[in-house]
């Protein structure tokens, strides 16, 4: 019964290389987020979706690129990995204005690019 | 462009001390949120602070956020191996809290000593 789920919580792979990290919501919320958790723990905004739509995107490289089969999921997807793509990369969701209310953090995912 | 600047950065107490731990926003914040991270576990929503002058309790860790909405604080009472971890405030950048991404502090690492 995880609110937010993410998988794979691990993930060590090679320079080049594409990837994508899973994320799953069972709260019903209609906004889903990614946060990028750098080397020194600072948490930044990456990419939002609210009913399928791209609603905040911040200066990310367009490696990464989300997608969203549906509600309850929003993957992230990287091209041509990078070193300086590792960090922890986690998964939120919150529901709609004007409810205000705070938003859900995954587990996380730990991405070393060797 | 709003930043959250929190203090400290990392916190060494005895076990059954009281701590303080600061987050001052550069603009008037919309709301405030307090996070707990702890390896391997994501974020914990800890508490949501919106009107000026609000104080939340929830068992021994108390949330102010100051008249002005500019500064908040957390407190923890007699303080438990259990409190360790980094504590994160979030902010909201957009009127209506949630739907828009939140901002971070750099976090306050806590360490309690049994």
């Known amino acids: 019964d995880t609110a937010v789920s993410q998988t794979p919580k691990y993930l060590v792979t090679q320079m080049g290389n594409d990837k994508s990290i899973k994320c799953e919501q069972n709260?019903?919320?209609?906004?889903m987020y990614w946060y990028k958790q750098d080397s020194k723990k600072f948490l930044k905004i990456m990419f939002s979706y609210n009913n399928k739509e791209l609603i905040i995107n911040e200066t990310v490289p367009n490696r990464f690129s989300p997608k969203s089969p549906d509600k309850a999921h929003l993957n992230l997807h990287i091209n041509s990995l990078e070193l300086g793509d590792s960090a922890v990369y986690f998964c939120?969701?919150?529901?709609?204005?004007?409810?205000?209310?705070?938003?859900?953090f995954g587990p996380g995912t730990r991405l070393l690019v060797l | 462009s709003q930043e959250l600047e929190q203090s400290p950065q990392s916190l060494i107490v005895q076990e059954g001390k009281n701590l303080t731990i600061n987050c001052t926003s550069s603009?008037?914040?919309?709301?405030l949120y307090w996070y707990k991270q702890k390896y391997g576990e994501g974020l914990i929503f800890l508490m949501m602070?919106?009107?000026?002058?609000e104080e939340k309790s929830h068992e021994k860790i108390t949330a102010k956020l100051d008249e002005k909405k500019q500064q908040s604080s957390l407190h923890i009472t007699a303080s438990q191996p259990s409190h360790a971890g980094i504590y994160l405030c979030?902010?909201?950048?957009?009127?209506?809290?949630?739907?828009?991404?939140?901002?971070f502090g750099k976090g306050t690492k806590l360490s309690v000593k049994p």
């Open positions: 939120a969701s919150s529901p709609p204005v004007p409810i205000q209310e705070t938003q859900y």
């Open positions: 603009k008037t914040l919309y709301g």
């Open positions: 602070l919106q009107k000026g002058g």
């Open positions: 979030g902010a909201p950048t957009k009127y209506g809290g949630s739907q828009g991404n939140l901002i």
């Open positions: 709260l019903g919320h209609d906004t």
